[in-house]
């Protein structure tokens, strides 16, 4: 018994979101027989939503892959051996390299919601490769968001999080964590504010979701226009003197540049223009001016729709401008572990551009968005090949047919999934990998504050097939671009030593002179610490050793705050400490926690400052006055390409059976909007936007604003018919069809997935 678990009851983590809720798979055989929420996980503490308790369908479904594959002349695929499948895609890649440069190769995806060890050990793979790209799905919903902190915090990595479980005023804007979570047991403090008569909820959505018929306050706004309402509710509280100017003179700089914008919104014109009663506004305005502790939270609603970045900026001038952060139960920083993003830098300063269109990357990352346009042109500098991992662009990025046209168009193409996803279904070569219950896991989603938590997951369950883990994947790609030696038998002696006597910390020194030698091998520090630390770890736990390296640069640099989360050592000890914690607890563990005056540690501006002014948007705020409706007669609805409900889970589950309802993946609409196009409900329809048509099953839902329709996220996955392998069915709409990559925000390119033009009309 480990972790209070009994025999045959393992504890793992859920892969769905980015929330990862501990939880305890019981086997029967090799199927997953009954899940149930971890108890003794410190975050969750045995809460989970309905969709863990599927997860057999993630592990066991007739789409898996299981070997490598190779495309043949005639279009199908053959298996291969693992050596002749990487030395293959090594030689390709090289080739492709130091024929036209390393900005010739894309690196897409790198992890998902449940498995960020890909990632860090891809950073030595990129560096092979010399490609200064990553295009991730982070970049089509949070890099406006990251680009926005950079310039308030000092760098993109500050990410706010939200004491919502504490808050006594919360509004949550464009999201509905009842199905989407976001936050830990979301449902529970949902409930919690709920039945307090003294805490008060709003929500903004132009939905009337689970989570708003819970609010106290639930604003109905008019699709894409959030930025309205977010000046109209600004505008109240600077021009009623509602604002918190103490905070802001001791901690902000810039705030009366910013008023003098504010000051002169039409507060009933931009109510209007929302949608909304200009009471209303005034109410929650003063209802957050007024908490004692306030806190706001967006998500898709607001990033994936018209002003996306300023959208991101305005919600936070909220929090900041009534001084509801930096306090229990307001808006926080957290600290980061293992980097999920980075910071970058304008191109102006030395940024990184892409060569075909000249995105900026933000965080480290690029737009999905762009990557067609990158592809499939004749400019010299394209991109030629593409390198997927946990991910599927063919379903989840805007425009599938561009990227169709685009993806037809490359040399080469490998995807390292666990199933033939749509995108796998293209690839010159796939690399089978593990699945998250088959190899040790963890996720970089450390977002929480005073206490930030970390949970490493060893394998629950033998691995089917030839599938390989992807960091030993990697190392091995780098390895057969003869980067790196085979062995290195120095470093795992020191290894070796380090692991018995941590004490002499002869590792880092032998690593330090082993670099020192030999330089370039310091982009592949991540291959280099698998080879020998990880093989020195405990059985099972190789993928481990990057984290070895975090946590001693963790401890060092949050050293009082490791020390408060219950960690004991002196100097270097210390992150050992934390280490061995990591990789034998067998949960979540805290990594550090802070006092909440500490978090000004973590705002990197030099002067320690919050800097409320940004150029960029201020034009885009000054310039919302002129805007017009962008509705036409030909597409009279705005579509929600993309709603999160009971049975979806990304692209995770690829077995339609998983489902227990909403099987068809219904198109919701009001039924006064049905009538008018003539639908009835349950009846097949036709949903059109400029880009492309899809067949959808109608369901009239009176919770939707009219003019306002959705479409759920995470279908349109191909599966072989259970009777009859050889036809292959699909499973509910592929959105993607419907959206396109020009369709964005100016300054991050994140689609306005919540904003699609369309008609629906009757087959
Ligand atoms: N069940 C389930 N949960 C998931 C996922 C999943 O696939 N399924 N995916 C996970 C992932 S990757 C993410 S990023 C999160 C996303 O989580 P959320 O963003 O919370 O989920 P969505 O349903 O996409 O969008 C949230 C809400 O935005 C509203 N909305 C649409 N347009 C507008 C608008 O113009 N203004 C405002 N204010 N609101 C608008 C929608 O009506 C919807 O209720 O969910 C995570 N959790
Ligand atoms: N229209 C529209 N499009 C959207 C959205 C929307 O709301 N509307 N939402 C967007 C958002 S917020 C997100 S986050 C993205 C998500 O889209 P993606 O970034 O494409 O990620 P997933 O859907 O999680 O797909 C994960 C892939 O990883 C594979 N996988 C699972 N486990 C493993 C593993 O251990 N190793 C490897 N190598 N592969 C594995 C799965 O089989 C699947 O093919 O979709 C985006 N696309
Ligand atoms: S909230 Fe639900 S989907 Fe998200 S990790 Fe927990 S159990 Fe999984
Ligand atoms: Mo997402």
């Known amino acids: 018994m480990k972790n209070g678990v009994e025999q045959n009851w393992h504890a793992t983590a859920c892969i769905l979101c980015s929330i990862n809720c501990g939880i305890e798979i019981e086997f029967d055989g090799r199927q997953f027989k009954r899940i149930r929420g971890d108890k003794n996980h410190p975050v969750s503490e045995g809460y989970l939503c309905q969709k863990a308790a599927r997860l057999n369908y993630y592990q066991h479904h007739a789409s898996r892959v299981k070997q490598p594959m190779r495309r043949k002349a005639d279009g199908s695929f053959e298996t291969i051996d693992w050596d002749t499948a990487i030395s293959e895609i090594a030689e390709k890649l090289t080739h492709l390299r130091d024929t036209y440069g390393g900005h010739s190769i894309a690196y897409y995806g790198g992890g998902g919601q449940g498995n960020h060890l ?38 993109q990595t500050c990410h706010v999080t939200e004491g919502i479980e504490h808050a006594d005023y919360a509004i949550l804007l464009g999201t509905n964590p009842w199905q989407s979570h976001g936050f830990p047991q979301a449902r529970q403090v949902l409930k919690q504010i709920a039945k307090d008569p003294n805490r008060t909820l709003v929500v903004v959505d132009p939905r009337r979701t689970r989570t708003a018929e819970m609010a106290d306050i639930h604003i109905p706004v008019k699709p894409g226009s959030d930025a309205f309402l977010l000046m109209a509710l600004l505008g109240v509280i600077v021009q009623e003197g509602l604002a918190d100017t103490d905070f802001l003179e001791k901690h902000t700089n810039g705030h009366e540049a910013l008023f003098e914008i504010l000051k002169s919104v039409s507060i009933t014109d931009y109510a209007e223009r929302a949608g909304v009663d200009v009471a209303l506004v005034e109410k929650v305005a003063r209802g957050l001016a007024a908490a004692e502790r306030g806190c706001t939270r967006h998500d898709l609603g607001l990033e994936q729709s018209l002003h996306s970045t300023l959208n991101c900026y305005l919600e936070k001038l909220l929090f900041l401008i009534t001084g509801n952060f930096g306090k229990e139960g307001c808006n926080n920083l957290h600290t980061q572990f293992v980097a999920l993003i980075g910071h970058s830098k304008e191109p102006e300063d030395g940024g990184v551009r892409t060569r075909v269109t000249g995105m900026k990357e933000i965080s480290k990352l690029f737009p999905p968005n762009i990557l067609p346009a990158e592809i499939d042109t004749d400019h010299p500098e394209r991109v030629r090949a593409v390198f997927v991992d946990s991910a599927n662009p063919m379903q989840t990025a805007a425009d599938t047919q561009a990227y169709r046209k685009a993806f037809a168009k490359l040399d080469l193409l490998v995807v390292v999934d666990v199933a033939m996803s749509e995108t796998a279904a293209l690839a010159d070569y796939i690399l089978p990998a593990s699945t998250q219950f088959e190899k040790a896991e963890a996720t970089f989603f450390t977002l929480s504050f005073p206490t930030n938590y970390f949970h490493f997951r060893d394998a629950i369950i033998e691995r089917e097939g030839d599938t390989l883990p992807e960091p030993e994947i990697y190392q091995r790609l780098v390895s057969a671009m003869g980067l790196l030696p085979k062995r290195f038998p120095l470093l795992e002696t020191a290894a070796k030593m380090q692991r018995r006597y941590p004490k002499l910390d002869l590792f880092p020194k032998a690593l330090g002179i082993t670099l020192a030698l030999r330089p370039q091998w310091k982009n592949y ?25 975090t946590a001693r640069f963790y401890a060092n640099r949050y050293t009082k705050q490791v020390r408060r989360a219950g960690y004991s050592g002196k100097k270097h000890m210390l992150g050992e400490a934390l280490f061995d914690n990591i990789i034998t607890a067998g949960t979540a563990v805290p990594l550090s926690t802070h006092t909440y005056e500490e978090v000004w540690e973590l705002v990197r501006h030099k002067d320690g400052k919050i800097h409320l002014e940004i150029a960029e948007l201020f034009a885009e705020m000054k310039a919302l006055q002129s805007e017009s409706t962008p509705l036409t007669e030909a597409f009279p609805l705005i579509l929600a390409a993309g709603e999160r409900r009971s049975y979806n889970a990304n692209q995770i589950y690829r077995d339609p059976d998983w489902r227990r309802n909403d099987k068809e993946g219904a198109l919701r609409i009001h039924p006064a909007d049905g009538e008018k196009a003539g639908l ?5 329809a036709r949903c059109e936007s400029k880009t492309g048509a899809i067949e959808v099953r109608v369901q009239f839902d009176e919770s939707m604003l009219p003019g306002y329709v959705s479409l759920p996220h995470g279908y349109g996955q191909q599966y072989p018919d259970a009777e009859n392998p050889d036809t292959i069915l699909q499973n509910g709409p592929s959105i993607n069809l419907l959206t396109t990559g020009d369709h964005c925000d100016p300054i991050a390119k994140t689609p306005y997935h919540k904003f699609v033009p369309v008609r629906v009309q009757a087959i």
Not at 126 to 135: D, E, G, H, Q, V
Not at 525 to 547: D, M, N, R
Not at 680 to 684: C, F, M, R
């Open 118 to 155: 890909p990632g860090a050990y891809a950073s030595a793979f990129r560096a092979a490769l010399k490609t200064p790209y990553i295009y991730n799905s982070l970049a089509q919903e949070k890099t406006g968001d990251f680009w926005v902190n950079g310039k308030l915090f000092g760098r």
């Open 525 to 549: 520090a991540a291959a280099i610490l698998y080879k020998t630390l990880g093989k020195v770890l405990p059985e099972g736990k190789q993928s481990a050793a990057v984290l070895w390296a």
């Open 680 to 684: 009835s409900d349950g009846i097949l």
